[in-house]
Nanobody, 116 residues
């Protein structure tokens, strides 16, 4: 199993920046891809971006050029740097670890609120 603990959410004005962290523990050797998802009220959970064990990244079109995913393998931590935030980025952000078995593990979520 894998345990994920997120931190770093909060309230920020439009145009501002926030950084989220996701620390993984447990069977970390079996993690293939780590990603960030978000879910706004009344909407489905959507992929924000992901990073593979090799460092390849992909992003949702809505955040390209504004958000950056990175990972520190020594700390078993993935980061999401969010710049130029917009009110529509307001959501609960979840960290997800996909194992080589294709099983997914989720963090508890952290609230990001962007005021206009």
């Amino acid at each position: 199993q894998v345990q994920l603990v997120e931190s770093g959410g909060g309230l920020v004005q439009a145009g501002g920046s926030l950084s989220l962290s996701c620390a993984a523990s447990g069977s970390i050797f079996s993690i293939n891809v780590m990603g960030w998802y978000r879910q706004a009220p009344g909407k489905q959970r959507e992929l924000v971006g992901a990073i593979s064990s090799g460092g390849s990244t992909n992003y949702a079109d809505s955040v390209k050029g504004r958000f950056t995913i990175s990972r520190d393998n020594a700390k078993n931590t993935v980061y999401l740097q969010m710049n130029s935030l917009k009110p529509e980025d307001t959501a609960v952000y979840y960290c997800c670890a996909r194992l080589v078995t294709a099983a997914n593990y989720w963090g508890q979520g952290t609230q990001v609120t962007v005021s206009s």
